[in-house]
């Protein structure tokens, strides 16, 4: 005779390994997050395409600082 977990399976089927799919939008504001912009007035900023690339190219050019100095203390750290 099965057990209740073996026929629970038989009629749900196993599910897909891994973590779920993300959204696109989630995607979206894990990137803007990443680059410091506020998520609550992203979209309004969007409205302005000149505001909306000067916050772009300053979240980037922030999180290119970010990356080289996290690179260059790991270069420090592996030469001590």
């Known amino acids: 005779m099965a057990g ?5 399976q ?6 897909p390994r891994g ?4 959204r696109y939008k ?3 504001k894990r990137d803007l997050k990443a680059l410091g912009m506020d ?6 900023l969007t409205s ?7 916050e772009i190219q300053h979240g980037l050019h922030k999180c290119e600082e970010a990356f080289v ?12």
Do not use: H, M
Not at 39 to 44: I, Q, S
């Open 69 to 80: 100095q996290q690179a260059e203390g790991k270069r420090q750290a592996q030469k001590q």
């Open 48 to 54: 302005d395409r000149t505001v909306w690339r000067q």
């Open 39 to 44: 998520l609550n007035r992203w979209e309004t």
């Open 10 to 15: 038989l009629v749900q089927g196993k599910p």
């Open 26 to 28: 989630d995607i979206c």
């Open 19 to 22: 973590r779920p799919q993300l």
């Open 4 to 8: 209740p977990q073996k026929i629970f």
